[in-house]
């Protein structure tokens, strides 16, 4: 490998990523050693145990973690200031997974390019995206508040909570790549890196490492303190009727609702 | 190990047979048109013409399309030229997001071959690869293509597609992705081989062989080295955070109080610090340059591109006029491809509201009927035969006296055409030439549907054999005055004797350098001089070469220019400047560089593939860099996406090795042994004062140091022995030894 050389000073604008978050989620992700790490940090609120079933140790057939902290941070997005270059797609994976592949992105733009959310059945220039309206929407991830459709759906618990930004992470150790999480999400947001239930497929969802927000060439995203804006975005998808809860959830939320 | 997906998808029309073949042989070309130069080689023999079915039409990635190199979503579609007069191979360039789609469905590049039957267009859908009936899309536009097969693979789907410009076979056609981008002048081979579109999705990967940490780093690094499109490393206007810094004639025309207009709501460009990768997209407002002010900033949308670039280039306009005529208002292309449309026009101010609106709507047919502009010599060509000529014009145009006296007050138009065809036309013309603008717009409506079909007077299909017979013996032809426009510069100027006149003198400005093409940033692009000369004669079609006009143009002082240049490529010892500076100087060996470089980093960005109408990255925006970029950039990005580490200079070797193909492959392809004196040309009009001027002995010098550079013989052109024997291209030596084409 050649030498690899490194920019100087740049200037990254008004990102706001906590300092040493995205290398801090990284570990989580990569090293599988979420219970250590975030007890030897003890950073943040990570889990919020209710009704003895907090913790990170999960299987199928046990009480898991089902009541979760809000996030404090979140990806904004501004649709009249994308450009389509979706670089943020390409920092997303490459940064986080080593490749480029647009398709497992956390933060998806490209299937809003050409026709937008609507689709193609308006006709060319009646719609949003580059044939239409040339608005290019990217879709982010709305760290959604309990209940977490896509943790709460995953059969393994392989989605959980992690400081210091409490995002909600695919712990790659416990994901079976079932890809019920993605049917689960009503943004469709968390995505496979391969087959459902394929040897190695696991799933990717944004972990709040604010690098698309680094790479994105004309501001048009923001990591920002986090709200609920789960009401203000119309789902992408309909969540199938045959997507349930996690069983080993189902008993705990009775307890509550 | 990275870069390269490995395989190459062949689909062969005529059998229906799809292959995917290992890419390993075409790495010695990288990729884009080093690829498609070893397959024409391969496989197309001498004889061989455009609409063959012999004939391929390669759609090059290269190693790092489809990564996040900034600046790599280019894609090279490489064939025999239809519009040169003896066919010879070049290359249209499409960017978008196609090129990478089809990396993610697995394929580093496609080969076409072959003719369907009837009228197909292919599917890829990753590994699923289908021949479809296009029965229903035949006969539409491009438009019509992507909205269909959107509504067949989903909205994700990228298309190329031709309309009906290519499929009429007219020679000035386009296959066009993404609605705005287009490779030009290939589209009458897609079309002569039945083949509408080609549809993508591609759900997989491009590997990086580099660690995450060491990628992030280099990619970050070469955000430092870029400025603005067109190469430009300093701003246009004041900027408050550089009081004292450069300021050149860049497309960097961001500032504080200037808007994307149409944006809703509307978006602040402001300043564009040197050091912000948040804000590097912005600095090319290319809408307000190009447009005006108080015009294209109102209209612009956002300024658009490429995949992966963080420099935008392409204007989304919403002009809500364009209603008017029928046409959405929302549209959107960049430099050339907004005049391929209204260039036929005339009398229209610049910068104003009906400049833009006539632009649009230019690019609203134009882009649907997949008409290619050549560039603008189309356009040019246009308005010298329909522009009434007196009798001392038509004299100096070689007619004699006789004629001369007979023709004045005409046109080449009403001279040339059928009667009855000029009687057709010539309520047309009129509103071309008129006062009206809502008469020109339908002029342009007229048009541009009118040269697609492609049609003989008698309402057959032109082609230009018909065309030259209709000639016999001085008559006029017995084509429509569509045909004519279509069928190009190179035929038109055989049927046309006085137009080729007119190119060689120039006196319209068409700027037609030779073999059917026009110039492309030559002797008028600052400083650039005999390179400039160099790089126009070298390739079968306008060179498409940003390289040389890119670096003199990105508005650092031309002392400093030249100083780094020197860094770069030196030293130079006596030899004089690379860069001139109002006054030309006689050739030197530092121009000689300069031009060689210039060629061989096109070549290379051609195929690996990265952007050359922004880079080279050899100068810096950043002051704290003493404005100095990064020669070595190509080399590193190589590396770090392929895992194979190579050097600067190997890099430079590879280009050498690419371009020597390529001049093999003409050579072959022309049976011509002096490529010196019968293929590397230039119009008369270069070396007469009212231009920038050339002179003859000193461009025969040019060449000798050129050809020295190349490794080629300086008698004849062709490359030596020696040189192919260095590069590893024995067996290409051997075939042209066989063919009596070795120097």
């Given at each position: 490998m050649a030498v690899i050389k490194k920019a100087g000073s740049l200037n990254t604008g008004e990102i706001v990523v906590p300092a040493g978050v995205a290398e801090f989620i990284h570990k989580i992700v990569t090293r599988r050693e979420f219970l250590q790490v975030s007890g030897a940090l003890g950073v943040g609120v990570a889990t919020f145990s209710l009704l003895g079933c907090g913790g990170g140790t999960t299987s199928d057939s046990t009480p898991r973690q089902v009541y979760v902290a809000n996030a404090q941070g979140m990806i904004a997005a501004e649709p009249s200031r994308c450009v389509g270059c979706r670089r943020c797609e390409l920092a997303c994976t490459e940064f986080n997974d080593g490749k480029s592949m647009?398709?497992?992105?956390?933060?998806?733009?490209g299937r809003n390019y050409n026709v937008g959310p609507s689709g193609p059945t308006l006709g060319i220039g009646r719609q949003e995206g580059n044939w239409g309206n040339h608005r290019l929407v990217q879709d982010v991830c709305h760290q959604c508040p309990h209940p977490v459709p896509c943790q709460l759906a995953c059969p393994h618990g392989a989605i959980e909570v992690v400081p210091p930004v409490n995002a909600r992470v695919v712990v790659a150790s416990k994901c079976e790549g079932c890809g019920i999480c993605s049917k689960a999400c009503p943004w469709a947001m968390t995505s496979l890196d391969g087959p459902a239930d394929g040897p190695g497929t696991k799933a990717t969802k944004c972990l709040l490492c604010g690098e698309c927000v680094n790479a994105c060439p004309v501001g048009a995203l923001k990591y920002v303190a986090w709200q609920d804006l789960t009401k203000s975005f119309p789902p992408r998808q309909v969540v199938p009727a045959s997507i349930q809860l996690a069983a080993n959830v189902k008993d705990t939320c009775n307890k509550c609702h | 190990m990275g870069g390269w997906t490995g395989k190459v998808l062949r689909v062969d029309l005529s059998t229906g047979i799809i292959t995917k073949e290992a890419t390993t042989r075409y790495k010695p070309f990288l990729g884009g048109t080093g690829l498609a130069y070893k397959v024409l080689w391969d496989e197309v023999p001498p004889?061989?013409?455009?609409?063959?079915?012999a004939n391929r039409i390669i759609f090059g990635g290269g190693p790092l399309t489809g990564t996040g190199t900034p600046l790599s979503a280019r894609v090279s579609v490489t064939t025999l030229w239809p519009m040169h007069p003896q066919e010879l191979p070049a290359t249209g360039h499409m960017g978008g997001h196609w090129g990478p789609e089809l990396k993610y469905a697995g394929y580093d590049a496609l080969i076409v071959q072959g003719k369907a039957a009837s009228p197909v267009w292919i599917y890829i859908k990753d590994d699923v690869v289908e021949i479809r009936d296009a029965g229903r899309m035949w006969g539409n536009g491009i438009y019509r293509a992507n909205s269909d097969i959107m509504n067949i693979m989903g909205s994700d789907a990228h298309v190329a597609a031709i309309g009906q410009c290519g499929e009429n076979l007219v020679r000035a056609s386009n296959v066009m992705c993404d609605r705005s981008h287009s490779a030009g002048g290939v589209g009458s081979v897609m079309g002569s081989k039945n083949l509408k579109a080609i549809g993508v999705i591609g759900t997989g990967s491009v590997k990086i062989a580099a660690s995450k940490t060491e990628w992030k780093d280099l990619v970050h690094y070469q955000h430092t080295l870029l400025g603005a499109?067109?190469?430009?490393?300093?701003?246009n206007t004041f900027q408050s955070w550089q009081p004292d810094g450069y300021y050149g004639g860049t497309r960097w025309t961001a500032a504080n109080g200037l808007y994307w207009g149409a944006a809703t709501p509307p978006v602040h460009t402001g300043e564009c610090t040197a050091d912000d990768l948040n804000s590097i997209g912005l600095r090319t407002f290319k809408g307000y340059a190009d447009f005006g002010a108080g015009v294209g900033d109102r209209h612009t949308v956002k300024i658009g591109g490429c995949h992966a670039c963080p420099i935008r280039c392409h204007i989304a306009t919403d002009v809500p006029a364009l209603e008017a005529f029928g046409f959405s208002r929302y549209q959107v292309n960049t430099c050339n491809g907004n005049s391929?449309?209204?260039?036929?026009?005339?009398?229209i101010a610049s910068r104003t509201e009906n400049a833009i609106t006539s632009s649009q709507v230019g690019v609203a047919l134009a882009d649907d009927y997949g008409w290619w502009s050549d560039y603008g010599m189309a356009q040019a060509d246009f308005k010298f035969l329909a522009t009434a000529l007196d009798e001392a014009r038509w004299l100096e145009l070689e007619v004699g006296d006789v004629a001369a006296a007979a023709n004045a007050g005409k046109s080449v138009f009403q001279v040339r055409l059928p009667a009855a065809e000029w009687t057709r036309v010539s309520p047309q013309l009129a509103k071309f030439a008129g006062a009206d603008f809502s008469g020109k717009m339908q002029f342009l409506i007229w048009l541009l549907p009118e040269i697609s079909k492609n049609l003989m007077a008698d309402g057959t299909p032109a082609t230009y054999e018909k065309m030259l017979a209709g000639q016999a013996p001085t008559g006029p032809g017995n084509a429509t005055l569509g045909a004519y426009i279509g069928v190009g510069a190179g035929r038109l100027e055989q049927l046309w004797p006085e137009l080729a006149v007119e190119h060689q003198l120039n006196i319209s400005g068409g700027n037609y350098i030779k073999q059917g093409h026009i110039k492309h940033h030559f002797t008028e692009s600052a400083g650039t001089s005999q390179a400039s000369a160099l790089i126009n004669m070298l390739w079968n079609r306008d060179p498409m070469c940003h390289t040389h006009t890119n670096y003199t143009g990105n508005g650092l002082p031309l002392a400093l220019q030249n100083e780094i240049f020197a860094e770069l490529f030196?030293?130079?010892?006596?030899?004089?400047?690379a860069i001139d500076g109002a006054t030309p100087t006689p050739m030197n060996q530092a121009k000689a560089v300069f031009g060689y470089m210039s060629i061989i980093y096109l070549e290379l960005h051609n195929s690996m593939t990265l952007c050359n109408y922004t880079l080279p990255g050899w100068a810096s925006p950043l002051k704290s860099r003493n404005y100095r970029g990064d020669i070595d950039i190509e080399a590193d990005f190589f590396s770090a996406v392929t895992g194979e580490t190579v050097t600067r200079a190997d890099m430079e070797r590879t280009g050498l090795r690419i371009l020597t193909l390529f001049r093999a492959l003409t050579a072959r392809l022309m049976n011509e042994r002096d490529m010196r004196n019968n293929h590397d040309q230039l119009p008369e009009w270069s070396f007469h004062p009212h231009y920038t001027p050339l002179d003859h002995d000193d461009m025969e010098i040019a060449k000798d140091m050129f050809y020295d550079l190349c490794g080629w013989d300086r008698a004849t052109g062709l490359p030596t022995l020696a040189t192919y024997t260095a590069l590893g291209l024995g067996d290409v030596a051997v075939a042209m030894a066989s063919a009596g084409l070795m120097p």
């Open positions: 647009p398709s497992i992105s956390r933060i998806k733009v | 004889g061989t013409r455009a609409w063959d079915p499109n067109s190469g430009g490393v300093v701003p391929s449309g209204s260039g036929f026009t005339t009398g030196g030293p130079f010892s006596g030899s004089g400047d």
